[in-house]
């Protein structure tokens, strides 16, 4: 079998997989507690404080602990023995426990508990509702947290501090079709968040072209952006993987004259692409990799009325490939054999 | 003048640390080992190891802010090696006066021209709903080394921005920079009126570029907003770079996009290459796309890009998947950029409430860098697994594979330990 076919069929095995696990996995229990006890937060917060119901959530250091009223909560008001009561609280042949949410989150009430921290300081609106998921707030959003942690104040803003796992975390306005080149616009409002999730270092990850970049990964040069990121403790941590693939240096002409990319974002292009472009590369899959355009007859010409040849018309398309290559700091640039004008 | 700067500086990491509050940071050890095909039939070896740390001191509103990058080869002796990066050291002040924000030292700037990190000061007043932030600063060396530019005046950046969200729904900003870029003496031989050959030292001076922005973005409603921006380079006297972009929400959990942009090419003022710059010509590019969230398990996108040159154009399209445990990518170019078919998949699982994520990685592509040019196929896997035994402490093991028409049948290896902590000093 070709390898084209092999690779075709994986792929297909592939996406039919994912489209498979994601119609049959049943994210988790969809029954919603109003439909197995009759509660008012609203009435309740006005009667008393969260800890009486809510007795394990202060002594709980992980969110599998018990969090939910138990009976013997609810006895310490109720009278849990008179049978005629019943129907107040529970609806006819409905026994069972509340549902606790299971969640991905690390996270530690006690502690928070210890630090004199109010329930409802995260836990927003519930004394105007009557089941905690009708509050839009009373699930503390990521901003909540951020209050505290930011590394700046007390709490570190670590992922690993409260993500179980940091391998996949993407926000859902992320998952956008084109987010790569349209996050500058939102990055750039002043009530942009980046900052809960990327702090200065995580953006140097892509934002890293410094001035006069003279870093030519070569075999005695090699050029080596990664700083440590606040957003990453897995294998995506290496830039290679993570900005470009294993592959990229020879696919990477395609994004550069296809605009897809600019990679000025990342690379003083004048002293980055020349390393490998030149004709002195240490690396044979790169030394002197001259552009097969450059190779074909008719790429120059010379005299007047003769139009320059090809290199005239893929410069004035593009010049910003020649510049990539022929703008060398401390050396006069090919160019200006021929084309020996002022410099404006 | 750059002495009393580092000694302003360390002052002020003394002061830092002799109050600070909190005490955080990061420290990644790795190492990469690869083979590289030095020239024909000649291939090494190389164990590169990366020792990476931010630390950062905070005390109420201030904060010493710092991330080093100490690297050295563990097979080879190099010149350079080991070699120590200096990407921060910066000292911020927060909520001065309930309104500004001080930051001294080398620190990160993004913008299109000077992305990347400075070392100078920037300053950002906030007020409400609107926002000034200026910086001024010179050009970090080569390696980012901890020294200052030697040519201060010919290789520093200067910027300020100005923006606003007052009106309701309503984003404007206009922001100016002033990057300047130190140019290389160097002999060249060059012709004399007789055409004699002569050796002459060349000096140029700085080339820069001096952009002015403008953005302008407006939300509708929920479902429709617009986003523009406009660069004008005002040495040459015109727009440089238009982007313009409109997301729309028609349904429930569906999203589309258009984007667009023309570019007039980047070239420095001063530079060789402004003799050119009457006749280049610009490119503009129309991207649309698609966001669809079928339920909370899976994202599909598509796109397609179509951008035209002068006399020529090149068309690009994608579709994706994005589960919680991975993404799916195709890609297809087609025209003047050049030909690819691409397949990429990346998925990491964590199993075990995280204490084991193993991560697969595939890339595979049939291209053409032109028409007339040979197809080639490139392939890359990653395997590899991260383990957290405990929350501050992580090991990460990648394999990776890569075959293409240089390196047949090519595998490295990345290890790496990542610890993080955070220390509440209470000596407040």
Not at chain 2, 40 to 63: D, H, P, T
Not at chain 2, 326 to 340: C, F, N, P, Q
Request: hydrophobic share 35%.
């Amino acid at each position: 079998m070709k390898m084209k076919h092999f690779y075709s069929i994986l792929t297909i095995g592939i996406i039919g997989f994912l489209f498979f696990t994601a119609f049959t996995t049943v994210p988790f229990d969809k029954k919603y507690n109003k439909e197995i006890i009759k509660f008012s937060h609203q009435f309740h917060s006005e009667l008393t404080d969260c800890e009486s119901c809510h007795s394990g959530a202060a002594k709980a250091e992980n969110l599998k602990s018990p969090l939910l009223p138990t009976k013997d909560d609810c006895a310490t008001c109720h009278d849990v023995q008179d049978t005629d009561a019943c129907s107040k609280c529970h609806y006819e042949d409905v026994n069972e426990p509340l549902v606790q949410k299971k969640s991905q989150i690390i996270f530690n009430h006690a502690f928070h508990k210890e630090q004199e921290l109010q329930c409802t300081s995260c836990h927003l609106g519930l004394d105007k509702v009557d089941y905690s998921f009708e509050s839009p707030n009373s699930k503390p959003t990521m901003k909540s947290c951020y209050n505290c942690h930011n590394e700046k104040k007390v709490a570190t803003n670590s992922c690993e501090a409260c993500h179980v796992s940091t391998a996949n975390l993407l926000p859902n306005d992320h998952k956008k079709s084109n987010f790569t080149t349209l996050h500058k616009f939102a990055a750039s409002k002043t009530n942009a968040d980046c900052m809960m999730c990327h702090d200065n270092n995580s953006c140097s990850t892509c934002h890293v072209g410094t001035t006069m970049l003279t870093e030519k990964n070569t075999a005695s040069d090699f050029y080596q952006p990664n700083v440590p990121s606040n957003f990453i403790d897995g294998a995506k941590q290496q830039q290679v993987t993570r900005v470009h693939d294993l592959n990229y240096r020879f696919t990477h002409g395609i994004d550069l004259k296809g605009k897809t990319k600019e990679c000025q974002s990342c690379h003083q292009v004048e002293e980055f692409c020349v390393s490998c472009h030149g004709l002195t590369g240490g690396d044979i899959s790169l030394g002197g990799a001259m552009p097969s355009s450059h190779l074909k007859p008719g790429f120059v010409t010379f005299g007047k009325g003769s139009g320059g040849g090809e290199h005239a018309k893929l410069g004035r398309r593009d010049i910003e490939r020649c510049i990539s290559c022929h703008d060398v700091q401390g050396q006069d640039p090919t160019c200006i054999t021929c084309h020996n004008e002022k410099i404006k | 003048m750059k002495i009393k700067l580092i000694f302003a500086l360390l002052s002020l990491v003394f002061l830092t640390s002799s109050f600070a509050q909190t005490f955080n940071g990061r420290i990644s050890s790795s190492v990469y080992g690869f083979e590289r095909a030095e020239a024909q039939g000649v291939e090494n070896q190389y164990l590169r190891s990366f020792q990476m740390v931010n630390l950062n001191l905070n005390q109420n509103n201030v904060s010493l802010r710092t991330a080093f990058n100490f690297e050295k080869d563990l097979l080879k002796k190099f010149d350079y090696d080991p070699r120590v990066r200096v990407y921060n050291l910066y000292f911020e002040a927060r909520n001065l006066f309930d309104f500004a924000t001080l930051k001294i030292g080398r620190q990160p700037l993004f913008h299109s021209v000077a992305s990347g990190i400075f070392d100078g000061a920037a300053l950002e007043l906030k007020y409400e709903n609107f926002k000034l932030s200026t910086y001024y600063g010179g050009n970090v060396p080569a390696y980012q080394k901890l020294k200052m530019t030697d040519k201060f005046s010919e290789d520093y950046l200067f910027g300020l921005k100005f923006a606003t969200s007052a009106i309701e729904n309503l984003h404007f900003a206009l922001g100016y920079i002033n990057k300047n870029f130190k140019q290389e003496e160097y002999s060249a031989v060059r012709l004399d009126d007789l055409f004699n050959a002569d050796t002459l030292l060349i000096k140029r001076g700085a080339s820069q570029f001096k952009l002015l922005s403008a953005e302008l973005g407006y939300e509708f409603t929920d479902n429709l907003s617009v986003d523009t921006r406009l660069d004008y380079d005002l040495n040459y006297k015109k727009p440089t770079k238009i982007e313009a972009t409109a997301s729309f929400n028609p349904m429930k959990n569906m999203g589309l996009n258009l984007y667009y942009n023309m570019r007039e090419p980047l070239i420095r003022y001063n530079s060789y290459f402004t003799i050119f710059e009457a006749a280049v010509e610009n490119s503009q590019e129309v991207e649309a796309g698609v966001d669809y969230r079928f339920n909370s398990f899976l994202t599909a996108i598509g796109k397609f890009g179509y951008v035209t040159y002068k006399d020529e154009n090149s068309t690009r399209i994608t579709a994706g998947l994005i589960i919680p445990f991975g993404t799916i990518t195709y890609r297809k170019s087609l025209g003047y950029a050049g030909e690819i078919d691409n397949v990429s998949l990346y998925s990491a699982y964590p199993l075990f409430c995280g204490l084991v994520t193993p991560s697969l990685g595939l890339s595979y592509s049939g291209y053409k860098l032109s028409a007339s040019d040979e197809k080639n196929n490139v392939l890359s896997l990653l395997a590899g697994f991260n383990y957290r035994p405990w929350r501050i402490l992580s090991f990460d093991l990648q394999g990776q594979y890569m075959n293409n028409k240089i390196y047949k049948n090519d595998y490295r290896l990345f290890f790496k330990i990542n610890y993080w902590f955070n220390t509440n000093l209470g000596l407040m």
